[in-house]
C-alpha cells in the first residue's frame, strides 16, 4: 500500500522530484532511505542540485557573453547586427521579393534613377552626387548603413552607461570591483539588442538609403530597397514603375544634397552627439531597476532599460541641439520635397498623390519618426517638414532657383526655426539683400575659393624668390663696396670721403660715374 500522503505534497501530486524553477531542499523525510533513494540513482549531498544549477547558469551566462561577439564599446553592434538579421530572416524580409543578384531588378532601379537625374538637373542647380546605384535587400541596408549608425548611438550610449557608474556609491564601486568590467559589458548587449530591434524594424520598411533624412549609406551611393517598395506599392493604385521613379527622384535629391553641401553631413551628426553630451541619469532609480534585472536573462535588462526608470531628463542645451536637429532634418526634407515635385511636374500623373502619401506617411509613425524617438528622443513634427516645404516654394517662386539652392553654400545663411514660422518675412528679407547674397552657387563659391588659395600660394612664393633675389643682390652690392674702398687713395683710407669731392667732379670724373652707379642699384632695392 503506497504511503501517506505527506503535508504540502499534494500539490505537486505527491511527488516533488522536480521542484519549480530547479531549485529545491533535500526531503527530510528522505535521511536514512537508502531503499528510495538508490531507486532513483546515486543520492546527492544535500543543495547539490542548486549549487548544479547555479554552476550551469554562469555557464550559460559566460557562452552567452561569448558567442555575443568582441564588441568593447557602449554598444554590441556584433550583437546588434546578429539581432536585426536574425529577426529578418524569421519573418522572411532578409530576401524577401526582390534580391541584388536579380539583374532585372538593379537594371529596372538604375534606369529609374538614371531617368529622375536628368529630370532634376533642370529642377536644382547642384549636380548629380551620386555615381552608382543599388537595389538593396533587407539584410544589406542592415550591414550597409551600421557604421552611420555606430556615429549616432555612440555618444548616447556612453553618456548613460557613464552616468550609471558615476550614480554608484564609492563603496558600491570599490565592493564591485571586476564585476564593474562584466555590468558594461552587459550593458553593451542591451544596447545592442535595442539596436538590433529597431534595424530591424527600420529595414523592412525602408525604402531608400536616405528615407530618415541622414546620409546613413556609402558616400555617392543611391540606394533602393525593391522588396519594400514593391509592398509600399500595394493599394496606392499606382504602376510600380511609376513609384520606383518617383523615390528614385527622392532619393537622387538626398545624394545631390549630401554631396554638394559638405558642412551638412557633419552638421547633422554633430548636432546628435551635442544631445548626447548633456544625458543624465535619475539615480533615485537605480535601486529599482536592480530589483528587475536578471544577470542570466538578457531580456530581463533590456526590458528595464526601456521600462522608464531610467529616462534621461532633457536639459535646456538639449532642447535647443534638438530644436536644431529638429529644423534642419525639416529643412532637407522641406528641400527634397520641393525640388522632387518640380523636376517630375506633369512626368509623373500620380506625382501629388505620392507625395501626400509620403506625407501621411511621416505623420503616421514612419520610420525615420519611429527611429529617432527610440534612439535618440527626438519627435520629429510633420509641421515643420511642411513649413520647410511652403518655405523654399516660396523663395524659389519669388527669387529663382539659382538664389533658392544658393543659400546652403553656408550654414550662416540658412533659414532658422523662426524663419519656417514666417516664410514671407524671410522671402522679403532676401529680397532686400540684393544679390550678394542671393545669387551665391555653392559651386562656383567653391572653386573662387580654390582659386583664391591658389593665388595667395603663387604670391607667397613669388614673395620668397623676390626677398631672397633682394638678398643676393644687396650682398653683390657689399662686396662691390667693399671693393672699392680696397682700391681708394690715401686720403679716402680713413672711411671719411668728402661729398664735395664727388660735387666737384667733372662730367668724365670716374668718381661721378661711380655715385650714378651706387643710385641705380640703391633705387630698386628701395623699391623692394
Not at 69 to 75: A, E, F, H, R
Not at 265 to 283: K, P
Not at 459 to 467: K, P, T, W
Request: glycine content about 10%.
Amino acid at each position: 500500500m503506497p504511503g501517506p500522503v505527506r503535508p504540502g505534497r499534494a500539490a505537486y501530486g505527491g511527488d516533488m522530484s522536480n521542484p519549480p524553477f530547479g531549485f529545491g531542499l533535500p526531503d527530510p523525510d528522505n535521511r536514512g532511505d537508502d531503499d528510495s533513494s538508490e531507486s532513483g540513482g546515486r543520492q546527492q549531498q544535500p543543495g547539490a542540485d542548486a549549487f548544479n544549477q547555479l554552476g550551469q547558469m554562469l555557464t550559460q551566462l559566460g557562452q552567452m557573453l561569448s558567442q555575443a561577439g568582441s564588441s568593447t564599446g557602449p554598444v554590441n553592434y556584433d550583437l546588434a547586427k546578429q539581432i536585426a538579421v536574425q529577426r529578418l530572416a524569421a519573418t522572411g524580409q532578409a530576401k524577401a521579393g526582390f534580391t541584388t543578384s536579380d539583374s532585372s531588378t538593379e537594371s529596372a532601379v538604375r534606369d529609374a534613377a538614371h531617368l529622375a537625374e536628368l529630370w532634376l538637373d533642370a529642377a536644382t542647380i547642384l549636380p548629380a552626387g551620386a555615381t552608382s546605384t543599388v537595389a538593396w535587400t533587407s539584410r544589406d541596408w542592415v550591414e550597409r548603413t551600421l557604421p552611420t549608425w555606430q556615429r549616432l548611438c555612440d555618444p548616447v550610449a556612453k553618456q548613460v552607461a557613464g552616468a550609471w557608474v558615476q550614480a554608484l556609491p564609492e563603496e558600491a564601486k570599490q565592493a564591485a570591483g571586476p564585476l564593474l568590467s562584466m555590468v558594461g559589458q552587459m550593458g553593451g548587449m542591451a544596447f545592442g539588442s535595442q539596436l538590433g530591434n529597431a534595424l530591424a524594424e527600420l529595414a523592412s520598411e525602408v525604402l531608400t538609403s536616405t528615407e530618415v533624412g541622414l546620409p546613413l549609406g556609402p558616400d555617392a551611393t543611391s540606394a533602393l530597397l525593391p522588396a519594400n517598395i514593391e509592398k509600399f506599392t500595394e493599394g496606392l493604385e499606382r504602376p510600380s514603375s511609376e513609384v520606383l521613379v518617383f523615390l528614385a527622384a527622392r532619393e537622387a535629391a538626398h545624394q545631390r544634397l549630401f554631396a554638394h553641401v559638405p558642412w551638412l553631413r557633419q552638421r547633422l551628426l554633430a548636432t546628435v552627439e551635442e544631445f548626447a553630451s548633456g544625458i543624465s541619469v535619475d539615480t533615485s532609480a537605480l535601486e529599482q531597476l536592480a530589483g528587475r534585472v536578471d544577470p542570466s536573462n538578457p531580456a530581463s535588462i533590456e526590458e528595464a532599460l526601456s521600462s522608464g526608470l531610467l529616462e534621461p531628463h532633457t536639459t535646456p542645451e538639449q532642447q535647443a541641439a534638438l530644436n536644431r536637429l529638429e529644423t534642419l532634418l525639416a529643412l532637407v526634407e522641406g528641400w527634397v520635397d520641393v525640388v522632387v515635385a518640380e523636376a517630375v511636374g506633369d512626368r509623373l500623373p500620380g506625382a501629388d498623390a505620392l507625395r501626400e502619401t509620403l506625407r501621411r506617411r511621416r505623420a503616421t509613425g514612419g520610420p525615420a519618426e519611429q527611429t529617432f524617438a527610440t534612439l535618440v528622443g527626438l519627435e520629429l513634427r510633420p509641421r515643420r517638414m511642411r513649413a520647410a516645404a511652403a518655405l523654399w516654394k516660396l523663395v524659389g517662386d519669388r527669387h529663382g532657383m539659382q538664389r533658392r539652392d544658393g543659400l546652403w553654400s553656408h550654414p550662416d545663411l540658412m533659414p532658422n526655426a523662426e524663419d519656417l514660422d514666417e516664410p514671407l518675412e524671410f522671402a522679403e528679407r532676401l529680397g532686400e539683400s540684393g544679390d550678394a547674397v542671393g545669387q551665391l552657387d555653392p559651386l562656383t563659391e567653391l572653386e573662387r575659393t580654390e582659386r583664391a588659395e591658389q593665388q595667395a600660394a603663387t604670391d607667397s612664393a613669388g614673395e620668397a624668390s623676390s626677398g631672397e633675389a633682394s638678398r643676393n643682390e644687396s650682398r653683390d652690392d657689399q662686396a662691390s663696396g667693399d671693393q672699392d674702398r680696397g682700391h681708394r687713395g690715401p686720403d679716402e683710407q680713413d672711411g671719411r670721403p668728402k661729398a664735395e669731392d664727388n660735387d666737384s667732379a667733372e662730367p668724365g670724373d670716374p668718381r661721378a660715374d661711380h655715385s650714378d652707379h651706387s643710385d641705380r642699384n640703391d633705387r630698386p632695392s628701395d623699391d623692394r
